[in-house]
């Protein structure tokens, strides 16, 4: 199994769940997360005043997926999220050791 972590644009969250329930996908956690990467902000005007964005606001999706499926979901997010402009995000993908379904105490694929 894999877990694949992606931080996105916010207004880009619907483009990439639609997706992903093409794929198959049944289930996703979504977290607000703040952070920024080589464009350190950005700078915006209130009331003639400017200043500093340091930490700008995206979205963290979450899925645990099996390994046959894990190429077609970064395909999935990287044609979706994805505007060309800086900022647009990234992805991480690492192993999962195993999943257990506290109801019915399933493990490995079957608990997703």
């Known amino acids: 199994m894999k877990k694949i972590e992606a ?56 899925i645990i997926v099996a390994d046959k499926l894990s190429e077609k979901v970064v395909e999935a997010i990287l044609e979706n999220a994805k505007t060309g402009q800086v900022g647009d995000g990234k992805i991480f993908i690492s192993d999962v050791q195993d999943a257990i379904r506290i109801r019915t105490h399933e493990s490995g694929s079957d608990a997703l």
């Open 7 to 62: 931080i996105i644009r916010p207004f880009k969250l619907d483009e990439v769940k639609e997706a992903l329930l093409e794929l198959g996908i049944r289930g996703m956690t979504i977290t607000e997360v703040r952070g920024y990467g080589r464009q350190k902000g950005h700078k915006e005007t209130y009331r003639g005043s400017e200043y500093q964005i340091e930490f700008v606001p995206k979205l963290k999706i979450e």
